[in-house]
C-alpha cells in the first residue's frame, strides 16, 4: 500500500506487514530508510509506527548514508534533523545523557514532567521576578544584601512553581497531548505517571512553593496567593480562545508585582511604586505573549488539527507583524516604568536599549516555519533579552545607591559647616 501526497511527490510510504521503509527516489537511486523514527516534513506529517526494522539512515540533501543517531542524544523527547525532515522517535527511549540521564530510573518521569532538562521556562517565569526587585531596590535604594536573597529566593520559587504549572498543564492536555507530534511521549501522555499520581505530585510542588512565599514578608501572601487562580487556567483557556498567551502572560509575570513588597514596599499605600509596578506587569504580559507566539509556531499544524486554539494559528500570515508590535508595546511600557520611579539615562540606555536590540534581531532573524529555529530564538531569547533588561536594572541600582550615598555625604557636610 502506498501513500502519496502531491506537496511530497518524491517521498513515498511502503506499509507491508510489520516492516516500514521510507525511501526516496533520488538521482542516484533508491535509498531505503528503515529507522524507529516517523517523519515530519513541512508538507505532511506521517507517524511510521514503532516496529519500524533499525537500519542505516539517509541524508536528504545528499542522498548518502549516515550513522544512526539516538533520537534521545538531547532529551528525552527532542526531535532531531534528517535533511530537510524533522524527525521524531516513534516509541520513548530512556534519556542516557544530560541531567536527567543521571536520575534514578523512577525519578524520570517526574523530571520530564516539570522539564527539569529544558530549563528556558524557568528562566522566563524568574526574569518577571528579578526586574521588579532590582527595580524596586533601586527605588527605596535598598541595600545589596536583602535584594541578593530576595533574587534567591524568586528562582528557588520560579524552580518550583513552573515545575507545578508544567504538571498542572500536561494533566489537562493529558487527553490532547497524544495527538501533537512534539508532546506525545510527555510522562502523563505516554501513561508513565497516572493522572491521579500527576495530582499528588502537582500538590506537593504547591506545597513546597507556599513555603517559599512564607519566607517573604507577610504582605507578599496577599499579592502571591491570587497568583494561584492563573496557574490553572492557561491549559484550560486553549481550549476557548485564540489567545491563551495572554492568559499565559497574566500567570507568567505575576512576579513583575511581588518584587515590591518583597522589600518592603506598600504598593496599596505608595502610588509611584504601584504604577511602576502596574506598568511593569504590563510590559511583562507583553514580553510573554511574544515569546511564546514564537513558541507556539512549533506546533501550528498539530494544534489544527488536534483543535488547540493560540494566537499563532489566529495571526499566521501577519506574525512578525504582530511580534513587532508587541515589542514595541513592551519596550514602551518597560519605558513608561522606569519613568515612573525616576530611573535615569543608565535604565534606558541599559535595559530599554537591549530589550530594541535583541526582540528586534530575534523577530528579523526567526524562521517561523523552521521548529529548531523557533526552539532556539525561544530558549535563547530568555537571555539575550531578560538578561539585557536585568543588567541594565543592576546598573541602575548601583548609580541610584552611588548617587544616594553622594547626597548623604553631601548633607552630612552641610550640617558639619
Given amino acids: 500500500m502506498y501513500l502519496s501526497k502531491s506537496s511530497f511527490p518524491s517521498i513515498d510510504i511502503l506499509l507491508k506487514g510489520s516492516n516500514h521503509f521510507v525511501r526516496r527516489e533520488l538521482s542516484g537511486g533508491i535509498h531505503k530508510h528503515r529507522q524507529r523514527y516517523?517523519?515530519?516534513?513541512?508538507?505532511?506529517?506521517?507517524?511510521i509506527g514503532t516496529n519500524i526494522l533499525n537500519g542505516a539512515a539517509f541524508s536528504c540533501?545528499?542522498?548518502?548514508?549516515?550513522q544512526p543517531r539516538s533520537p534521545y542524544s538531547q532529551s528525552a523527547s527532542a526531535p532531531t534533523q534528517l535533511g530537510d525532515h524533522t524527525i521524531l522517535p516513534a516509541a520513548y527511549v530512556a534519556p542516557t545523557t544530560g541531567i536527567l540521564s543521571l536520575l534514578p530510573s523512577s525519578w524520570i518521569p517526574y523530571a520530564e514532567l516539570v522539564r527539569l532538562d529544558k530549563p528556558a521556562g524557568t528562566y522566563y517565569l524568574f526574569f518577571p521576578c528579578l526586574f521588579s526587585t532590582l527595580m524596586a531596590a533601586?527605588?527605596?535604594?535598598?541595600?545589596?544584601l536583602p535584594m541578593v536573597k530576595t533574587s534567591i529566593l524568586f528562582f528557588v520559587?520560579?524552580?518550583?512553581?513552573r515545575g507545578a504549572g508544567c504538571s498542572i498543564n500536561d494533566f489537562w492536555d493529558r487527553n490532547l497531548d497524544p495527538h501533537v507530534a512534539r508532546t506525545r511521549l510527555r510522562p502523563i501522555a505516554r501513561g508513565a505517571i497516572s493522572p491521579q499520581n500527576a495530582i499528588n505530585f502537582t500538590g506537593a510542588q504547591l506545597l513546597v512553593g507556599f513555603g517559599i512565599l512564607l519566607q517573604f514578608p507577610w504582605s507578599c501572601l496577599y499579592y502571591g496567593v491570587p497568583s494561584l487562580l492563573l496557574v490553572g487556567s492557561y491549559p484550560l483557556a486553549k481550549r476557548v480562545t485564540n489567545y491563551p498567551q495572554f492568559i499565559l502572560g497574566l500567570?507568567?509575570?505575576w512576579g513583575a508585582i511581588m518584587g515590591f513588597p518583597a522589600l518592603g514596599i506598600d504598593l496599596i499605600s505608595d502610588t509611584v511604586a504601584a504604577t511602576s509596578a502596574a506598568l511593569l506587569y504590563a510590559s511583562c504580559v507583553s514580553w510573554t505573549v511574544l515569546y511564546d507566539m514564537v513558541y507556539a509556531h512549533m506546533d501550528i499544524k498539530d494544534d489544527a488539527r488536534a483543535g488547540i486554539k493560540s494566537i499563532a494559528l489566529r495571526h499566521e500570515k501577519e506574525t512578525k507583524s504582530v511580534l513587532t508590535g508587541l515589542a514595541v508595546t513592551q519596550v514602551g511600557l518597560l519605558a513608561a516604568a522606569g519613568w515612573a520611579m525616576g530611573a535615569g539615562p543608565?535604565?534606558?540606555?541599559?535595559?530599554?536599549g537591549s530589550a530594541i536590540l535583541t526582540l528586534g534581531l530575534m523577530i528579523w532573524n526567526v524562521n517561523l516555519k523552521d521548529v529548531g529555529n523557533c526552539w532556539w530564538w525561544f530558549k535563547n531569547g530568555a537571555w539575550f533579552t531578560g538578561g539585557g533588561i536585568s543588567l541594565g536594572l543592576l546598573m541602575e541600582y548601583f548609580?541610584?545607591?552611588h548617587d544616594s550615598k553622594s547626597q548623604i555625604s553631601t548633607d552630612d557636610a552641610r550640617l558639619v559647616d
Fill in 61 to 66: 540533501n545528499q542522498g548518502t548514508p549516515s
Fill in 251 to 253: 500567570t507568567f509575570s
Fill in 38 to 47: 516517523p517523519i515530519v516534513s513541512s508538507g505532511f506529517k506521517t507517524l
Fill in 346 to 352: 543608565v535604565f534606558y540606555t541599559g535595559s530599554c
Fill in 399 to 401: 548609580t541610584q545607591v
Fill in 138 to 144: 533601586s527605588y527605596a535604594s535598598s541595600p545589596t
Fill in 157 to 161: 520559587g520560579a524552580l518550583i512553581m
